[in-house]
């Protein structure tokens, strides 16, 4: 059984925010795989339903970025899930736009809603790390992850759930290296990275 977490917060007006990219992605699979409707509980939203014959649980925790942590814990303690089978979808700012890594563990790089989780159920969750850009400078990073999706980001971002939600099931089943490489190569397929490993 795998635990599917989609960071974001709560509310309309954050909706469309890049920070709530998790949100978004988590909302896809559930739509795509024909998942279960979502139903309130351990303080945030959760549907399930199967990926690859894997039983996999979403959760888009509902107690804001800073305390995704406290969801956490309470959906993977109800379930007897492991830190190892869970997946911590989120932006992350120091990848350009649309470029995907998936990683074990390591640092949180500001992340307030890493932080959260880390805090709660230690560090050897799996982690999506879906590319936001960089502002540049440090003091725009706030508004920047709090503003959201340009009009001409949304094809790509629409693109890139898709693509996420296409590939989930090789994350049900640890292929993290072969889901990276599909995701990459949908989106080249459709034109968003154009030059090598689609820099900019």
């Known amino acids: 059984m795998r635990l599917f977490v989609g960071l974001g917060n709560p509310g309309a007006k954050y909706a469309h925010n890049r920070h709530n990219i998790g949100f978004a992605v988590v909302d896809e699979i559930a739509r795509r ?3 279960a409707p979502w139903r309130r509980r351990f303080q945030g939203e959760s549907a399930e339903g199967t990926l690859d014959h894997e039983r996999v649980v979403l959760l888009k925790p509902t107690t804001f970025m800073n305390e995704s942590g406290r969801a956490v814990q309470e959906a993977a303690n ?101 889901f990276q490489n599909r995701v990459h190569l949908a989106l080249q397929a459709k034109g968003f990275f154009g030059k090598e490993e689609g820099e900019k």
Not at 79 to 94: H, Y
Not at 102 to 108: C, F, Q, S
Not at 115 to 129: A, K, L, M, P, Q
């Open 78 to 178: 109800f379930f007897k899930i492991a830190a190892g089978e869970i997946v911590v979808f989120q932006d992350e700012l120091e990848l350009p736009d649309g470029k995907v890594r998936v990683k074990v563990g390591g640092g949180i790089a500001g992340h307030n809603g890493l932080r959260s989780i880390s805090s709660h159920i230690g560090n050897d969750y799996r982690r999506v790390r879906i590319g936001i850009g960089h502002p540049g400078i440090k003091e725009l990073v706030h508004g920047h992850v709090l503003s959201d999706f340009a009009k001409s980001d949304r094809p790509w971002v629409e693109a890139l759930c898709q693509a996420i939600a296409d590939n989930a099931g090789l994350l049900a089943t640890e292929k993290d290296s072969t």
């Open 33 to 35: 795989h024909g998942f």
